[in-house]
């Protein structure tokens, strides 16, 4: 059995810049964090002949066309399986729809799982780029390179994305007690509302081919903002960075209207009024986590558990896509 594991991320800068339909005219830049909440995926050889897939439904099936999960199939390609003799099992620390980058985890580990039973080392670079190639150009999902990379490299990390659509992943600067204030200092909390990610990527995808100024300024002020929150970082800053995490929402909320609702930003205020100096949802947006810098994290914690929210607390992944059993 071999069984490998992806971390899943928060985006710390520059979001929704790592979209081809913008990189490709404009160069992105994003700052990630690959943080210790994980997807799995666990291949076997079964004893019985097909394949068998586990995930929130179950499938058996004899050939990979007929396999109705999208990733897996294509994956199973991808990574060149021949075999129709393979157990497929995935499971997740969180579920999807939450805004922390579930889909590229899962097809980073599902990858790393299938080279790991062909016996196969694949590098993390282009185990990044193979996960990119499945979702992006094989299932034209409407979406970006940012949380197939970061899943695969882990650590905090700055993308640029020119306009070919190479990657070039660089380690933050930070010192190591900048990474502990972060740690300490950013929470996570549930908001109860999943979503996925394709209608708001798919209207940011629209708009921004169709060179509607709106969404490009906007976009162009969110890589700016990327930029500034490496350098306040780097810097040694991150009162700085969580102020910036505020400017950064603020003019999220304006690219679709279904960014947040009532309910978010009652919460937003309530933790901007209690001890929280900035923050934001995580990911397209529409559900998932807000996410705070704190300067009282006490303060904040108990005001977010008042409101019957859920606190997630974590720490950051160094280690990427791994394989933890073979």
């Known amino acids: 059995m071999i069984i490998a594991r992806s971390p899943l991320r928060i985006t710390l800068g520059g979001g929704g810049t790592d979209l081809p339909s913008y990189y490709s005219e404009y160069g992105g830049l994003v700052i990630s964090a690959a943080i210790d909440k994980y997807v799995y995926a666990t ?43 393979i157990e497929i099992t995935t ?45 992006i150009e094989r299932l034209a999902e409407p ?86 929150s490496k350098v306040a970082l780097e810097a040694g800053d991150p009162l700085l960075f969580g102020k910036l995490m505020s400017e950064h929402w603020e003019h999220k909320k304006k690219r679709f209207g279904g960014m947040s609702n009532p309910q978010i930003d009652a919460w937003y205020e309530l933790g901007c009024a209690n001890g929280a100096i900035g923050g934001k949802l995580v990911g397209a947006g529409g559900g998932g986590f807000l996410m705070f810098y704190a300067e009282d994290t006490l303060r904040l914690r108990l005001a977010m558990q008042g409101a019957g929210l859920e606190e997630v607390r974590f720490r950051f992944d160094f280690e990427g896509t791994k394989i933890v059993l073979s």
Do not use: W
């Open 91 to 135: 499971l997740a620390d969180i579920p999807a729809g939450t805004g922390l980058g579930s889909s590229g985890s899962f097809t980073t580990a599902l990858l790393k799982a299938l080279y790991a039973h062909r016996k196969h080392y694949i590098h993390p670079l282009e185990l990044a780029e193979q996960a990119c190639h499945i979702e």
């Open 143 to 228: 979406v970006g390179k940012q949380d197939q990379y970061i899943a695969a490299l882990g650590g905090l990390t700055c993308f640029e994305f020119n306009r070919q659509g190479q990657v070039l992943a660089t380690p933050l600067g930070i010192s190591e007690s900048t990474v502990h204030e972060l740690e300490d200092r950013l929470l996570l909390f549930f908001t109860g509302f999943s979503r996925r990610a394709g209608s708001i990527l798919s209207d940011q995808l629209e708009r921004t081919t169709q060179q509607d100024t709106e969404i490009l300024e906007n976009l162009h002020f969110t890589k700016e903002l990327g930029l500034r």
């Open 43 to 85: 291949v076997m050889r079964p004893f019985q002949p097909g394949i068998y897939l586990k995930y929130s439904q179950m499938e058996h099936v004899q050939f990979i066309n007929e396999v109705r999960h999208p990733i897996i199939r294509e994956a199973l390609v991808v990574a060149g399986m021949d075999t129709q003799q």
